[in-house]
Each structure stands twice: as structure tokens, then as C-alpha cells.
């Protein structure tokens, strides 16, 4: 089982831009399909962004353009660098990751899920 933690997160005011970063440790052996999501008070996770294991790219319509999606050279480190961001997306972002999705994206099937981290609070203020 792999475990993950997510650093980053912090204050920005709208326009500005902020890296996450995703580093996973235990399973070191296998490669996870990972993505991003976020959920704002009061409202649902949603996908942010997702990488599979070809390296093919996924985004929710709302931050295409904006948003990019990466892996790092260390095994199952993940990055999302976040461009013109919006007061609309404040919320905690997830850092998450799944074994068996063959070509599947975690934004289209988030069931396959297997392990998720325990958030990143992202503010950006008007």
C-alpha cells in the first residue's frame, strides 16, 4: 500500500499561481496512475487532474489551460502547477493514486482509487 502526502497548498490572491506536490512512500516497487482533486466547503471532491502510466494527461474542463499535470523523476511523485487561479477554487486539493487502471484515468473512475492523501489547503483570495 502506498501512502501520500501532499505539500504546497497555501495563499495566493487571484491571478497567481501555486505548485503542488505529491510524494508517496511504501510501495515503492509498483507504478500508480495518480491525479489531483479538490473539495471546497460545502461541496463535493471533484477531479482536478489526472496522469496514467503512459504518461497521457486528463483535466476537468474548468482549469484546461491553467492547470498542468506532472510526474516527477522520483518514482510516484506528482506535481499540479496552478496558473491564474481563482477565488472559486479554494478548497483542500487531494493527492491520490491507484495500482490497477490500466487506461483508465482517476478523474473518470475515482473507484479505483487506492489510496488518498490527506489534503493541501489552497486559498486564493479577490
Known amino acids: 500500500q502506498v501512502q501520500l502526502v501532499e505539500s504546497g497548498g497555501g495563499s495566493v490572491q487571484a491571478g497567481g499561481s501555486l505548485r503542488l506536490s505529491c510524494a508517496a512512500s511504501?510501495?515503492?516497487?509498483?507504478?500508480?496512475?495518480m491525479g489531483w482533486f479538490r473539495q471546497a466547503p460545502g461541496k463535493e471532491r471533484e477531479g482536478v487532474a489526472a496522469?496514467?502510466?503512459?504518461?497521457?494527461?486528463s483535466y476537468a474542463d474548468s482549469v484546461k489551460g491553467r492547470f498542468t499535470v506532472s510526474k516527477g523523476n522520483a518514482k510516484n511523485t506528482l506535481y499540479l502547477q496552478m496558473n491564474s487561479l481563482r477565488p472559486e477554487e479554494t478548497a483542500t486539493y487531494y493527492c491520490?493514486?491507484?495500482?490497477?487502471?490500466?487506461?483508465?484515468?482517476?478523474?473518470?473512475?475515482?473507484?479505483?482509487?487506492?489510496?488518498w492523501g490527506q489534503g493541501t489547503l489552497v486559498t486564493v483570495s479577490s
Open positions: 491520490a493514486a491507484a495500482l490497477l487502471c490500466g487506461s483508465l484515468n482517476l478523474i473518470d473512475e475515482p473507484a479505483i482509487i487506492d489510496a
Open positions: 511504501g510501495d515503492t516497487a509498483s507504478t500508480y496512475c
Open positions: 496522469i496514467d502510466n503512459n504518461g497521457r494527461t
